[in-house]
């Protein structure tokens, strides 16, 4: 009959194509399951594809005297997203910037020396050699990694402090993370310079691991509370075992970003602060050492909100410090009241018998001795080898 004819017709077009009826004797739910897992495998194997096909077409740029590149600045018109640009040894006195495109990049030297491999910024604008947008010998824009690269001279030049520095990085188009490892950064007016979390530097989260800082805020440039080692206002600060030695009349680690960590650095001044957490925020200091060097203190050793409260104000986490006194009077100051900044698991050594601290509010600050116990060996702590270059 015809209904009869339309049930067979019906029954026809249900059943599986000969590509499929290896599964006939599995329930449909099932077939329809396997089906679309093998879609779905076919879909991240090909994604896997794409994305091997995308870092095969990476470059590797190589700059040097005999390279297709002379200069960083020659090869940086030629970089893309996920390029790496690898530098001869040798003194580069040349600026350039990297765009907000030029994503996941690395610029690193050829050697991992940053003594080898040195861009000179030649004192910046003051001096007539302009920074990259007046403001630093790389100028950052977008998350990547800059390894073993030296950088001298970064401003400074006009002694006048108005932000110039020998790296420079703000405007990332999303929340991301510059790497900096294995640097040196020495006679910057900053070594590295990042605005604030409310502006330009919003999505800029910069880690700094192994590298070494000395003598920024150039000689020539006022003590007027600008230049540093570093001066970071940006979302989030990472230094993880670096070397801070002497800043020329300003700080070695000032930060306002919204979070600061801070992991197991040599910290020397001579009189500045070790340590000036300027704006507050969330605050993790673990291990490392931090001294002094002078006669006499003429600032802080280390601060927390002591310029405003801009980043907020957070219980500091501070634990596990070697703390060397060598000088009358160093200063730990809390000007965040309401809040206790505890030195727990501290050990502190005494490198003079004049040697004392301080305590400043109006927040409170525990796990310090101000003076040293009856019975103190003086032993300084010498900054370590910077590896595996120089011992200081």
């Not at 879909?43 to 096909?53: E, P, S, W, Y």
């Not at 020397?268 to 340590?275: I, N």
Request: net charge positive.
């Amino acid at each position: 009959s015809d209904s009869f004819r339309h049930d067979m017709m019906d029954a026809q077009m249900a059943r599986p194509s000969r590509h499929a009826r290896a599964h006939d004797h599995f329930p449909t739910s099932f077939y329809h399951t396997r089906m679309y897992n093998m879609k779905g495998t076919f879909f991240g194997v090909l994604c896997v594809a794409l994305l091997c096909m995308d870092n095969a077409l990476a470059a590797t740029l190589l700059v040097g005297s005999t390279r297709t590149y002379r200069t960083p600045r020659d090869a940086i018109g030629a970089m893309k997203a996920g390029d790496t640009m690898i530098i001869d040894n040798g003194t580069y006195k040349t600026t350039f910037g990297v765009g907000v495109n030029i994503t996941n990049f690395t610029i690193k030297s050829a050697s991992g020396n940053p003594y080898k491999c040195i861009l000179d910024g030649q004192g910046g604008v003051g001096s007539g050699f302009p920074l990259t947008k007046g403001k630093g010998i790389i100028h950052v824009m977008a998350p990547g990694t800059i390894q073993g690269i030296g950088f001298v001279n970064g401003g400074g030049g006009d002694g006048v402090s108005d932000g110039e520095a020998g790296l420079y990085a703000e405007s990332f188009k999303a929340l991301s993370q510059l790497n900096v490892v294995n640097c040196s950064f020495d006679n910057n007016e900053n070594g590295i310079f990042v605005p604030g979390a409310s502006g330009n530097g919003a999505n800029v989260k910069i880690s700094v691991t192994n590298s070494i800082f000395s003598r920024n805020k150039p000689n020539g440039v006022v003590s007027d509370g600008q230049g540093h080692n570093v001066y970071i206002s940006g979302n989030t600060f990472i230094s993880n075992k670096n070397i801070w030695l002497p800043s020329k009349y300003g700080n070695n680690l000032k930060s306002r970003a919204l979070t600061t960590t801070v992991q197991y650095d040599y910290n020397k001044h001579d009189q500045g602060r070790c340590l000036d957490i300027a704006s507050g925020g969330k605050l993790t200091v673990t291990g490392g050492v931090y001294t002094s060097v002078g006669p006499t203190a003429v600032s802080n050793f280390i601060c927390y909100a002591c310029e405003n409260t801009n980043s907020g104000i957070y219980t500091p986490t501070i634990s596990g410090l070697t703390i060397v006194g060598s000088r009358a009077n160093d200063c730990i100051w809390n000007n965040a009241a309401g809040i206790t900044m505890n030195f727990a698991s501290t050990t502190q050594r005494w490198a003079s018998s004049g040697a004392s601290f301080r305590i400043q509010g109006p927040g409170s600050v525990t796990g310090i001795v101000l003076t040293p116990p009856q019975g103190t060996t003086y032993v300084a702590i010498p900054a370590p080898v910077f590896p595996p270059y120089v011992n200081y």
